[in-house]
């Protein structure tokens, strides 16, 4: 167990629809990853959060959006829903090592079948 | 561009037996090296991680090493178990950037 929370562990939903996927990260940890993982392509990177703060964007689609709250959980918003974006995503938190650079947490993931 | 790629795509052993992947990469500048473990359908786990002053690191049967000179890491497994059969996926950071470049992974799987 990573620490790190993810829920809904599975989401079936139809084209055109709208989901809402939420992430809490380990305790204390402030910078929050999503990642999509579909069947025939590695791990993408989508976005970072730090404290709130937007910090870094990937490949992720204007349909899709994210916020870090206050008590630094996270959501990841996807619309107007395609075959296309049935996939796993995974939420990950870091913490920085003494040593510099961070090491990231991995949530299970929510797994998105869109119908 | 920065690229990670990894070999093979994919690899069966027998139990007890060792094996070796490799990634390979062009980003620039470097800044870190990972290699995860996937189990089907689970979130990755970190099993390394090394920095450009680093060529090899243990953890346990697990054995990464890195030529920053050649930009080349490879991830060691020593007597392989059923449970190592897993996807293992390398990932690299570039200095300055907080956007990792990960590679598609090897798919292991460990046979009795």
């Known amino acids: 167990d990573s620490g790190v929370t993810q829920t809904p562990k599975h989401l079936i939903t139809a084209t055109g629809q709208r989901v809402t996927l939420r992430c809490s990260p380990r305790?204390?940890?402030?910078?929050v990853y999503w990642y999509q993982q579909s069947l025939d392509q590695g791990l993408q990177f989508l976005i970072q959060?730090?404290?709130?703060?937007?910090?870094a964007k990937g490949n992720i689609l204007e349909r899709f959006s994210a916020q870090q709250f206050p008590d630094l959980h996270s959501e990841l918003n996807l619309s107007s829903l395609e075959l296309g974006d049935s996939a796993l995503y995974f939420c990950?938190?870091?913490?920085?090592?003494?040593?510099?650079?961070?090491?990231?947490?991995f949530g299970p993931g929510t797994r998105l079948t869109v119908l | 561009k920065n690229q990670v790629e990894q070999s093979p795509q994919s690899l069966i052993i027998l139990e007890g037996k060792n094996c070796t992947l490799q990634?390979?990469?062009?980003?620039?500048?470097?800044?870190?090296l990972r290699w995860y473990k996937q189990d089907t359908g689970r979130g990755p786990v970190s099993l390394t991680i090394?920095?450009?002053?680093?060529n090899t690191k243990s953890n346990g049967r697990y054995t990464a090493t890195l030529d920053a000179d050649t930009k080349q890491s490879s991830l060691h497994i020593t007597a392989s178990q059923l449970s190592d059969s897993a996807s293992y996926i390398c990932?690299?950071?570039?200095?300055?950037?907080?956007?990792?470049?990960f590679g598609r992974g090897t798919s292991l799987i460990v046979h009795p």
């Open positions: 990950a938190s870091s913490v920085t090592l003494v040593a510099g650079g961070s090491e990231q947490f």
């Open positions: 305790s204390g940890d402030l910078s």
């Open positions: 959060y730090y404290n709130g703060e937007e910090r």
């Open positions: 990634c390979n990469y062009t980003v620039s500048p470097f800044s870190n």
């Open positions: 090394m920095t450009f002053s680093e």
């Open positions: 990932v690299v950071r570039a200095g300055g950037s907080y956007i990792p470049t």
